[in-house]
């Protein structure tokens, strides 16, 4: 049929068109896999296993850490715990065990979680921001940087001041801070850890914390352990003989965990000390809340009460992540990033300009189904008729009209709704586009294709068999048409 | 010259019916742009943006300033939005609450390592839950019948509740 095989070629052309300068799909064959958010982190951090791992970019020392708890407790098990386990009792081994597993667990979960990572304005916020600073400071200011702007808040009788952070463009939410090795905005900021890997931040502190008390416990038990060992066969066979009948990594082995034990009891004590006062280490080497700076000052933040101070730090809510690692990309969603070619087309300003609206759309539907009607009377290919009078528009408003002359395609083929759905949503979904990131996500092709279906039977009508049923199916198509 | 007549007529018929047509779209657009969220989304373009930015008086908990944007003076009763600001802070103040339930979690989750999270979900999960859906209910009920739209405040960061302000099409012409 003629016209069948004319459509699908200029069909191709259209979306050619279209996709040149927007979405990422590079040709109406090629499936359109969805990004997700991680893929597209504007932060200097890792991620593992499609988004549910999310580390900083050295990670060296955290492979080390694991080693040196791995391989010492390995020792431990394997040559003091058969001889304890029957000279003393098998408990040893057993507890020696749970705390193995519970220091391995809570260091994983301190690596690998979100430590409260706050994402990048917007560019719609980063410039009401700067208006907003604007207006507050006079715009009379020159210069590629501003002086730092600072905004202050008074929180419990204390003045604190809120920073801008020029990276991330937003005002730091109080003891916020951003890591400079992560290069993100970091709430509550504790310290980057080198041996975690991570920075220790709100999500995580309460897994830290856990970690580096059962990382002390643990080595205080391996040391006592090997001690006692060592004293028991000394007993048996005098101090010397001992020695030499276990290898010589008894040197090692005290040695590793003797230097351990000062330094993690060590931090382990710090921090209980930052959770009973309710500081963050940040804030505790800074001296922000110290009373040598003044008679006044105080924490804000502290309950009170130390028993309260330990059970919100430990116990309290956990919050969600804020940044969403494994949701998808939506096509129109505003990125902090430099938008891609996806967001060019859909963008906020894109969308204000090139808004094909309700009637331009109208009006060339009414149009083209007129032209349409004639030549087709007499079985020519409607699509001559109606590209001249509207070359000067925009390709939006070309898309508009060329709407109609594609292919009707079936409602369930995906594929070829995805290719229609980048001509079809600029006339009336664009701003469609715009607000779907407010909806539940879902895959980008999809949303606008509910719309579009409506046109899509809209243009059976020059199936050209005969006057009658091109009459018969107009009328069905102009009536659901009206449905929209 | 039966076929020429039967043409010409078939195209006065045509013309004829896309003409009750385009008036009858006219007045679909024109009734539905005030209901539904769905036919603002369609039809409206964007006019500016409004950012609700957190209140940190009473620490980091998460809340949003009360005061009254100017910009929705001509859109919205100050009451209304107050109320609605309101009940959010209200909800967030729930979710990151110090009681008894919460302590009960967090000791119930360190002591089955925190896998109890792979089967259930947090207390403040299930708030922000509910916290959506009470968004999705103001913007239905009282925002998009203004031409409104407010943001879910967790979808940027919890830093602030963005409200979207749309052209006012009910006093344009030339439908």
Redesign the interface.
């Known amino acids: 049929m003629h016209l069948g095989v004319a459509e699908p070629m200029r069909d191709c052309e259209y979306s050619q068109i279209s996709t040149r300068s927007s979405t990422p799909m590079e040709s109406p064959h090629k499936k359109r896999t969805p990004r997700r958010k991680w893929q597209t982190f504007p932060g200097r951090n890792k991620f593992y296993c499609n988004g549910r791992i999310m580390m900083a970019r050295q990670t060296g020392v955290f492979y080390l850490t694991l080693v040196l708890i791995v391989v010492t407790s390995g020792l431990f098990f394997a040559f003091d715990c058969p001889y304890l386990a029957s000279s003393l009792t098998p408990a040893v081994p057993a507890i020696g065990g749970v705390l193995f597993l519970f220091v391995l667990g809570t260091l994983l979960r301190t690596s690998f979680s979100d430590p409260g990572v706050l994402p990048r304005a917007t560019p719609d916020e980063a410039a009401d921001l700067e208006r907003q600073i604007d207006i507050a400071n006079g715009s009379s200011s020159g210069g590629y940087r501003r002086p730092p702007r600072t905004k202050e808040v008074i929180i419990n009788g204390q003045t604190v001041k809120l920073k801008y952070c020029f990276t991330c463009k937003i005002f730091r939410p109080p003891r916020a801070s951003h890591c400079s090795l992560c290069d993100n905005c970091v709430e509550r900021f504790d310290h980057h850890c080198p041996w975690v890997g991570n920075c220790v931040g709100k999500r995580n502190y309460r897994f830290f914390y856990m970690f580096i008390l059962s990382l002390s416990f643990l080595t205080v038990f391996i040391f006592a352990f090997v001690i006692t060992h060592v004293i028991l066969r000394s007993h048996r066979s005098g101090f010397l003989n001992a020695l030499k009948d276990s290898p010589a990594r008894y040197p090692s082995c005290v040695v590793v965990c003797f230097f351990s034990v000062w330094s993690i009891v060590g931090l382990s004590g710090f921090h209980t000390y930052l959770i009973s006062s309710n500081q963050t280490t940040n804030e505790d080497i800074k001296g922000s809340w110290s009373s040598k700076r003044g008679k006044d000052n105080y924490n804000p933040y502290s309950y009170g009460n130390i028993f309260t101070n330990c059970c919100a730090a430990l116990c309290g809510p956990l919050p969600p992540s804020l940044i969403d690692r494994r949701g998808f990309i939506q096509p129109d969603t505003p990125q902090p990033a430099p938008p891609t070619n996806g967001i060019t087309m859909y963008g906020s300003t894109q969308s204000q300009s090139h808004m094909c609206d309700q009637d331009q759309c109208i009006q060339s539907t009414k149009f083209v189904l007129q032209a349409a009607a004639t030549p087709l009377l007499q079985n020519e290919p409607v699509v001559m008729a109606s590209e001249p009078p509207l070359p000067a528009r925009t390709s939006l408003g070309g898309h508009c009209t060329s709407l109609p002359l594609g292919q009707p395609t079936p409602p369930t083929s995906t594929p070829n709704l995805s290719c229609e759905a980048d001509l079809i949503p600029h006339q009336e979904g664009a701003h469609h586009h715009f607000l779907t990131p407010e909806e539940a996500p879902s895959p980008p092709g999809m949303l606008p294709c509910g719309s579009p279906l409506d046109h899509s039977h809209a243009v059976q009508f020059y199936s050209p068999a005969s006057q009658d049923s091109l009459h018969e199916d107009s009328v069905r198509g102009l009536v659901k048409l009206s449905s929209v | 010259m039966v076929g020429l007549c ?2 010409t007529w ?2 006065q ?3 004829g ?2 003409d009750v ?2 008036s ?3 007045t ?2 024109n009734m539905a742009e005030t209901h539904s969220l769905q036919d ?7 006019a500016a ?1 409004v ?1 609700i ?2 209140d ?5 908990v998460c809340q949003f300033q009360t005061k009254f944007p100017s910009e929705l003076e001509t859109r919205i009763d100050k009451q209304q939005f107050e109320e609605t600001v309101r009940t959010l802070n209200n909800l967030y103040a729930e ?4 009681g008894g339930q ?2 009960l ?3 119930l ?2 002591l089955t ?2 896998t109890i999270f792979l089967c259930m979900e ?4 299930k708030v ?1 839950k509910k916290i959506a859906k009470y968004i999705q209910e103001q913007n239905d009920k009282i925002y998009a019948p203004r031409g409104l ?1 407010l ?2 405040p ?7 509740v ?1 409200i ?1 302000i749309f052209e006012d099409r009910s006093t344009g012409s ?2």
Not at chain 2, 56 to 60: F, I, R
């Open positions: 039967g043409t078939s195209t018929i045509v013309s019916l896309l047509l385009y009858e779209l006219a679909a657009f603002i989304r369609q039809q409206a373009a964007i943006k950012f930015q957190r940190y008086t009473n620490g980091t979710a990151e609450k110090l919460s302590y979690e967090g000791c989750a360190c390592a925190y947090t207390h403040y999960e922000l739209l943001t879910d967790i979808e940027r960061g919890l830093r602030v963005e979207t030339g439908r």
